[in-house]
């Protein structure tokens, strides 16, 4: 029987959305909250040394394959901040998604539109075991620009300002099955998938 894969976060949102799109590829997962509370100390300065520092975290714990993922927005004007530090940018480790946002809005708030691009970015990693020499890194990436003001009241992080143009909505507004096919996360699973399929015994099929 293939060993499942941790799914290495805390965050029931982030579960909610690695889960699916790794289980239509006939990989079965694990939340790492079944295992173990302690989080990793994420001190990388990117995006993929913080998935990596997260993969390897909880496969040390568990003795099990991982898959971690680390994301945030990048504002152009603001040279690519929050970035890492999308989760706490209103400068507390607890700070609340209001007020990140508010900050957010803030920092931008004398800013017109052509000069309000951002991205989601999302890097997933996953480790055979902790000590895995060549983890397998996917990234993805989801364009777009920063409202003037929430849009819905409601989304999680900075999705009610987050405007996707093509789908002429904000990320809260698009529904979650869409999202979950398209997102940067989506895109930088699917890399991973990719290449866990041609990696001979890893597929976790």
């Not at 909250?33 to 975290?57: H, M, P």
């Not at 507004?173 to 990696?199: D, G, W, Y």
Request: with cysteine.
């Amino acid at each position: 029987m293939t060993s499942p894969i941790i799914l290495a976060t805390a965050n029931p949102n982030k579960v909610e959305e690695l889960e699916p799109m790794l289980s239509r590829a006939g990989i079965v997962t694990k939340p790492q909250t079944e295992f173990f509370r302690e989080e990793a100390i994420e001190d990388g300065l990117s995006f993929v040394e913080n998935a990596i520092i997260k993969a390897r975290f909880a496969s040390e714990k568990t003795g099990l394959p991982a898959l971690a993922d680390d994301s945030g927005l990048e504002v152009e004007a603001l040279n690519g901040q929050p970035g890492i530090y999308s989760a706490r940018y209103a400068g507390t480790e607890n700070g609340s998604e209001e007020q990140n946002l508010k900050k957010l809005l803030s920092d931008m708030a004398m800013l017109p539109y052509p000069q309000r691009q951002a991205r989601y970015s999302c890097a997933v990693v996953y480790v055979k075991h902790s000590r895995d020499p060549m983890p397998l890194i996917g990234i993805g990436h989801w364009y777009g620009e920063i409202l003037m003001k929430p849009r819905t009241g409601f989304g999680i992080g900075y999705d009610d300002v987050m405007w996707i143009p093509e789908l002429v909505k904000a990320v809260s507004e698009i529904p979650f099955e869409v999202k979950n096919q398209i997102s940067h996360r989506a895109r930088a699973v699917q890399s991973v998938i990719n290449q866990l399929n041609q990696s001979t015994g890893v597929s976790g099929r």
